[in-house]
């Protein structure tokens, strides 16, 4: 058995968990799994800072770059999150022989096609199970278990964060102040939740889980990105009246135009799988030419969900050691040709309108005017009872129609000095996984 030497770099929440889980079950894994994993070093910012786990003295320090230099060391933990920092870590890691586990979503995203060049060309493994989805396998899901498929479509609530929000929308009538603020009380989401929000947290994991679900490289800036800072409880209350829960979606579908890769909020039927993913878990549905559709779902964060994904991918390291020693280890991620992605402008959706209109006669009649000029139809509408000729709101739901159309159809209605303020649109999806 050979012990395998560990050079963690962090040691927050999930530094803590990884951490505990290997020594509370040391003697497990080196008895039933024939792996036997210490620790060499383990990097801090802070010495004096109190911590979830006692660890002894010897083994802390505050020089990154003597982990990843020191050649006991086997293999290095980057958990310290950002891009710049981690970059250079995990880059001299590698130069300098180890092999590396990563959770940093953002550096893979954004740095992945350099980090997985350099680990072929070191013959060394990168490995980054909790980058996507905390405790959910859903990479060695896509990268070993759906191996003989091809997948045809994968849609996926990949943000705790969004998720709990929209979910307390939903369920309590809290509006998104309030439910941001719950959210950030349990830990859900962290001080300045702007990555959540924005979506680029799910673009990010939405990057990685293209380049292994559909086997090419994709630009991150390639992929649509839309928030939720513009859902509002109204948006909750209507798309419930239409049969709909609103979810923050990542999506990655493949079309004659290339791949159409996107995160938006996404109006759902309510017996749709993924409307009834609540809180903050994650899930990730997708369809396989082979196996057909495959649900996976868990606890998308959290400190010891996402040490569970960074053990997984230790011991899958020092499982195939003696291997990746004698073998010429080559990253097939690295040789993988450019994505074409679709651009957001000719995808072909239906979608929800809700616009607030001065309440007048002839009012529908020009909103539908603008509308037909476009070519949109409409499959459902509902209007709010008068209010005495303020602005009241009017929720159209149209039939499929390209997203040139809709997006021309908008400005024009904005325009119209019946209308007050901005049209709100969010897509929807009736279908998922197929």
């Not at 053990?311 to 050691?321: G, L, T």
């Not at 073998?327 to 993988?336: C, D, G, K, L």
């Amino acid at each position: 058995m050979k012990k395998i030497r560990i050079g963690l770099l962090g040691l927050g929440e999930i530094g803590s968990g990884v951490y505990s889980i290997l020594t509370q079950k040391k003697d497990y894994f080196a008895k039933e799994i024939g792996v036997d994993c210490e620790f060499a070093k383990i990097a801090v910012r802070n010495r004096s800072k109190k911590r979830k786990v006692q660890v002894p003295s010897s083994l802390i320090t505050t020089d990154s770059r003597s982990v990843v230099e020191d050649p006991s060391v086997d293999v290095v933990v980057e958990l310290i999150g950002g891009t710049k920092e981690a970059y250079q870590l995990v880059t001299q890691a590698l130069k300098s022989g180890k092999h590396v586990v990563t959770a940093n979503k953002a550096l893979l995203a954004e740095k992945g096609d350099e980090i997985f060049e350099l680990a072929a060309r070191m013959k060394k493994w990168v490995f980054f199970e909790a980058s996507v989805g905390g405790g959910i396998p859903v990479v060695k899901t896509l990268r070993e278990g759906l191996v003989a498929n091809e997948l045809t479509s994968l849609f996926a609530i990949i943000n705790g964060t969004s998720n709990y929000i929209l979910t307390k929308m939903t369920t309590e009538g809290t509006d998104f102040k309030d439910a941001l603020k719950k959210a950030q009380e349990k830990g859900y989401a962290e001080s300045d939740p702007t990555l959540d929000l924005n979506g680029m947290d799910a673009a990010h994991k939405l990057a990685i889980l293209i380049r292994f679900g559909f086997r090419g490289k994709v630009k991150l800036d390639d992929i649509y990105c839309e928030g939720i800072q513009r859902i509002s409880s109204e948006d909750i209350a209507f798309a419930n009246e239409f049969g709909y829960r609103i979810k923050l979606l990542a999506i990655a579908k493949k079309t004659p135009g290339g791949i159409d890769a996107r995160v938006q909020p996404t109006l759902l039927p309510k017996d749709h799988i993924l409307a009834n993913v609540n809180g903050s878990f994650n899930a990730v549905l997708m369809h396989g030419d082979r196996v057909g559709d495959i649900l996976l779902y868990g606890r998308g964060a959290g400190s010891y969900p996402t040490a569970s994904a960074v053990v997984s991918d230790i011991v899958d390291i020092a499982k195939r050691y003696k291997r990746l020693e004698e073998e010429s280890v080559i990253t097939m991620a690295a040789s993988r040709r450019r994505l074409k992605i679709q651009g957001i402008s000719s995808i072909l959706a239906r979608y929800y309108l809700r616009l607030h209109v001065i309440d007048r006669p002839g009012v529908l009649a020009k909103i539908f005017q603008v509308l037909g000029s476009h070519k949109i139809s409409v499959s459902d509408c509902m209007q709010q009872e008068r209010r005495n000729g303020s602005a009241v709101p009017l929720i159209i739901l149209t039939h499929g129609v390209n997203e040139r159309a809709i997006r021309k159809a908008v400005n024009a209605l904005d325009r119209l000095p019946v209308v007050s303020g901005k049209t709100q649109v969010i897509r929807i999806e009736e279908n998922g996984g197929e």
